[in-house]
């Protein structure tokens, strides 16, 4: 098979971008509203993929973001934003590097919309979260499970 034949065979689309799960907490409600002050944020990204038939994945990228002023917790936004992606006759080389990459790339700004507009129906101004560079944190994951820790990765703002 030549080269040309095997890129025309190649597929990467993406057959549904969803909501699984979504979460928000303001333990402090209703005194939280009556603090000043600029909150610190702490953003945890986690992404996650699933094989479900040989060549559809579903991958969900989660976005917790937790708000605080001081010690107190103004709010926790978790989304978990799924997609369902066909990926037919990539390398299984690539694949992992497809999943963890390009998929959450796809993801991010749908995860993104969700966060903010799920704090500003809460009562805060929107969480604009900054893009990712989710190649540079893709590598980082792969020395973290080398070096035998978690997958989880975090962003401090």
Partial sequence: MSDEQQAA????????????DLSLEVPGAPRVFLQGGEP?????LNHKSENI????????LTVT?????????MFLAEAVQAG????RGIP???????????????????ARETISDLVTR??????????VNFEVL???????MAAGQGPKIEIAH
């Fill in 9 to 20: 065979e190649t597929v990467f689309s993406i057959e549904k971008i969803y909501v699984r």
């Fill in 138 to 144: 893709y590598q980082q994951q792969m020395a973290a």
């Fill in 84 to 87: 369902i992606f066909q990926l």
């Fill in 53 to 60: 038939d040989g060549v559809l994945f579903d991958v969900a």
């Fill in 92 to 110: 299984e080389s690539d694949l992992a590097p497809v999943l963890g990459v390009i998929c959450p790339n796809v993801l991010f700004p749908y």
């Fill in 40 to 44: 610190q944020l702490e953003v945890q």
């Fill in 122 to 131: 809460a009562g805060f101004p929107p969480v604009l979260l900054a893009p």
């Fill in 65 to 73: 973001v937790t708000a605080k002023n001081g010690e107190t917790v």
